[in-house]
C-alpha cells in the first residue's frame, strides 16, 4: 500500500511538472518553465562548448531547433514516465487485450506511450472504469501536449525570421558604429538617419517582446555577423552614442528618434540582465575616423572627457559586451563580413577600416 501511494506522489508530480512547465512556457506571454529554461541554456552552453566559443561556427546555427526539441521531449518523457508510475501503482490497472492478464511493468510503458501518442490504447485494456477514464486523460493529456508543442514551433520560426531580418535591417546601415555614423553623413549633417532610426525602433521594441514570450529565440544563432542580433545591436547603440554625445546638436538626427531607439534597445538589454557583466570594458569609439571621413569636428573627444562620459555608460557598455561573449564573439567581430553581394553598388566608403 506504501509502495503504490508512493508510485502515485511521484507519478502525480513528474505529470504536474511537464503540464505546469509546457503551459507557462507555452501560455505565458512574459514567462518560461524551470525545466525550459535549465534545458535551453544548458543545451546552449553545451553547443557552444563543442563549438570553442566560436560565434562563426556553423554548429551554432542548430542550437535553437536542438534546444526547442530537446525541450519538448523531456515534456513527453515527464509526462510518460509519470503516467507510467501512477499505473505501475495498480497491478491491474493494464490487462493484456486477449485473455485480460495482468501487463508487467514494461506493458505498461508501452500502454502509456500508446495512449499519449493519440493512436489508442493498443493491444491493451484498461483494468476497471477507473482506469479508462484516466486512461482517457492520458489520451487527452497527450494530444495536447503533442499538438500545442508543434503549434508553439510555428511563432517561434516565424519570430526567428523577424530576428534575421532586423539584423539585415541594421546592418545595411553599417557593419561597425563608425560606419552607421559615417553612412548618415549627407555632405551637411546626419539628418538622413532619422528615417532607418523611425523604422528601427517599432522593429526592436517587437523583437524585444517576442524574445519575452518565446525565451527560446535567444539561442538561435546565425554564424554570419551581418544577421547576427547581437552584434548588431551593439553596433548601432554605439552609434546612437556618438550621435547623442559627440555630434554637435545642429547637425545629429532628430532627438526624439535617437531616444527611441535608445530605449528600445535598453529593452532588449533587461531581457539579457542576467548575464554576468565583462571584467572590462570595451574601447572607445574611433572618433578620429569618423572626423576624417566627414570633416566634422565631434564635440567632447578629448581624452578627459571621452573617459569620464563613458565610466558612466560603463556597465550599458559591459552588458553589451557580455551578451557578445556569450554568443561566441568579440568587441572586433562587428566589423565582420558586410552583408554585400557582386550585385551591390560599390559604395564610396566601401573600405573604410
Known sequence: MLTS???VIVGATLVFLAISDFAVTAFVLTGEGKISALTGRGIYNLMQRLAGRNGRNRLLNYIGLVAIFSIIIIWILLLWAGFTLIYAADANSVLVGEDKTQADVYEKIYHVGYTLSTLGIGDFVPGNDFWRVFTSIVSFAGLVIVTMSISYLVPV???AIHKRSLSLQISSL??????IVINSYDGQDFSSANRALSDLSAEIFLYTQNQLAYP???????NTPSENISL???ALD????????????AQRPDALQLQTVRRAITAYLTTIAYLELAPEPPPL????L??????????RTSPLDAHELYHGLEKRRKLMLADLRDGGWEWDDMAGEKYETDLDVPFANKLLT
Open 285 to 288: 569609439p574611433r572618433f578620429q
Open 232 to 234: 548588431k545591436l551593439t
Open 238 to 249: 554605439e552609434a546612437l552614442t556618438i550621435f547623442i554625445f559627440h555630434v554637435p546638436e
Open 157 to 159: 520560426l516565424f519570430n
Open 174 to 179: 553599417g557593419a561597425t558604429p563608425e560606419e
Open 216 to 222: 527560446i529565440l535567444h539561442y538561435m544563432h546565425s
Open 290 to 299: 569618423i572626423e576624417n571621413h566627414t570633416g566634422v569636428k565631434l564635440d
Open 5 to 7: 501511494l508512493l508510485l
